[in-house]
């Protein structure tokens, strides 16, 4: 079963404008943490966010939120005031386990490719 | 400080050839990491290290594939006998163990296997 689930496969946002960007996972841990990476044409992988699943707040980083709605089992991210330099790929990834003995490994959703129009 | 560093950036090969790759991580990170990315999908766990030891292996990590580290800084990945379903991008990321949520990845390698 997939563990990340991104259901858009690409989305075309005018500049601007906030876009969200659907997360769901899938866990039977109660601890975990979810993160998204920003991966642009040159292909390097570029840490945005994270939130933990014991965090009250949701995580906030400069433009990026992380919408955790955890009893859906849903982590959006949203980017606010969208620019032409967030045109990239964006994957969704889970690590389960917050122990310190931790499975460390991180699981990745198939991506989501934004477009920003000018 | 320097990010994650991996060499080479491209390699072409032909089915059935050797192929080495290299990753220095971020000088202070005890961990280190390896995914593979095939086009259109995310990338897949392979493997990882916490200081010298190899900690968990994926079953994607066929007997062709083997990976070590061995003092605990740079890693190499060695793919003996490609085969062409071994092309993708090999991406290696580090972490440190405590108190880091984030990985740390570097550009990767593109393999190509012809």
């Known amino acids: 079963a997939q563990k990340i689930t991104q259901t858009q496969p690409g989305m075309f946002v005018q500049e601007k404008e906030a876009v969200t960007l659907d997360c769901t996972y899938d866990?039977?841990?109660?601890?975990?943490?979810l993160f998204w990476y920003k991966q642009p044409s040159s292909g390097e992988m570029i840490f945005l966010i994270y939130q933990g699943s014991y965090d009250e707040q949701n995580a906030t980083e400069g433009r990026y939120s992380l919408n955790f709605q955890k009893a859906r089992k849903s982590a959006n991210l949203v980017i606010s005031a969208s620019q032409l330099g967030d045109s990239a790929m964006y994957f969704c990834a889970m690590r389960e386990g917050l122990s310190m003995n931790r499975d460390d490994k991180i699981i990745f959703g198939k991506g989501t490719r934004l477009h920003i129009l000018p | 400080d320097t990010g994650v560093s991996q060499d080479p950036r491209h390699k072409i090969t032909k089915r059935g050839q050797n192929v080495t790759f290299r990753c220095d991580p971020i000088?202070?990170?005890?961990?280190l990491y390896w995914y593979r990315q095939t086009l259109g999908q995310g990338p897949e766990f392979l493997t990882y290290f916490q200081n010298e030891a190899q900690l968990e292996k994926s079953r994607l990590l066929s007997d062709r594939f083997s990976a070590e580290r061995p003092k605990g800084s740079f890693s190499t990945l060695e793919i003996q006998r490609t085969e062409q379903g071994d092309s993708a991008m090999y991406l290696c990321?580090?972490?440190?163990?405590?108190?880091?949520?984030?990985?740390?990845f570097g550009p990767g390698t593109r393999l190509t296997v012809t």
């Open positions: 990321a580090s972490s440190r163990y405590r108190g880091s949520n984030e990985q740390y």
């Open positions: 000088s202070e990170h005890n961990r």
């Open positions: 866990t039977s841990d109660q601890s975990y943490g």
